[in-house]
């Protein structure tokens, strides 16, 4: 990992499975970073009703028991894969990091909503490009994954 903006920034899948593997309690997410998201309050607000939520949406990145023995760095892949249409939709700046911290709450989409948040990395945008080829991939053994926001 490079430094950037205060935080290191994992540039590969490897680097980011390693972490994962080292390290659970983790969970991406997606905004301007913690610059921004860890100010007087550290919460975050539904889109749809305006209400505070208790603590930041998150989506987790720790390896489920059912994923058994398959590739840590396909998870991650996945992981990755699922949420980056936010950049897309949430506009200019919105970009992924890792973070440690308790998760207090679910939001709307049953999201984990985190607190006592310690900011770990930045994602690089070439991991999430190489998330979407490892996801396609996958395709023929998968099935196809209907995402738009590309």
Not at 2 to 20: G, I, K, N, Q, T
């Amino acid at each position: 990992m490079s430094s950037s903006d205060d935080l290191p920034v994992a540039r590969s899948l490897a680097e980011l499975a390693d972490l994962v593997i080292r390290q659970r309690g983790l969970f991406v997410r997606w905004s301007r970073g913690p610059g921004t998201d860890l100010g007087a309050v550290a919460s975050s607000i539904d889109d749809l009703t305006g209400i505070r939520m208790s603590g930041l949406s998150a989506n987790p990145l720790d390896v489920e028991d059912w994923w058994d023995d398959r590739s840590r760095t396909l998870w991650v892949a996945r992981r990755l894969y699922d949420y980056a249409h936010l950049p897309h939709e949430k506009g200019r700046g919105v970009r992924p990091w890792v973070l440690a911290g308790r998760e207090t709450g679910r939001g709307p989409d049953n999201e984990p909503l985190v607190t006592d948040v310690r900011p770990l990395c930045w994602i690089d945008g070439s991991v999430i490009e190489a998330a979407r080829d490892e996801v396609a991939r996958q395709e023929t053994q998968w099935g196809p994954l209907r995402r738009t926001g590309r």
